[in-house]
């Protein structure tokens, strides 16, 4: 089914997701298996010209938005993507049972990955899996500064 509102150009199309090495507290990067401790994610909205910065943490769920190319954008996106594996996820509607009360899970249902992954590492092999591919940062499409291109647009 196709939804108007991507079709529109009202919501990404494509998610930056940001895989983490580091979390926000060391204690918990100890009892978190696997490779990613965190997860997050960005896309941009052509409609509107803006970037939505998505991240579920100890301190709650933030989101955030930047026009593109403005210091903002600059400052959010290097924030997103500090010490992150970057992957470029197709947007997908799926309906899913698990609640998003943790990062794995809020970026999960935020791009509509398969499967219910608990831990960023999973969410990772899934994304991979299907359909998502790495950034590779020193590519020029891949920069930050390039606005729209990271998006997929």
């Not at 990955?113 to 960023?120: E, K, Q, V």
Request: glycine content about 10%.
């Amino acid at each position: 089914m196709d939804d108007p509102l991507l079709n529109l150009g009202a919501q990404p199309k494509h998610w930056n997701v940001c895989f983490s090495t580091t979390g926000l507290a060391p204690w918990l990067d100890r009892l978190i298996p696997g490779r990613f401790k965190h997860v997050r994610a960005f896309g941009f909205v052509p409609l509107e010209g803006l970037w939505i910065f998505v991240d579920c943490n100890l301190m709650g769920l933030q989101v955030k938005a930047a026009r593109d190319k403005s210091p903002a954008f600059v400052v959010l996106s290097q924030a997103w993507t500090a010490d992150s594996e970057i992957v470029l996820v197709p947007h997908r509607e799926r309906r899913r049972w698990l609640p998003g009360l943790y990062c794995a899970g809020t970026i999960g249902r935020l791009i509509g990955a398969p499967g219910g992954a608990l831990l960023p590492s999973t969410l990772h092999r899934q994304c991979l899996a299907h359909g998502g591919r790495p950034l590779d940062e020193s590519a020029p499409s891949a920069s930050c500064s390039a606005g729209p291109a990271r998006s997929g647009a």
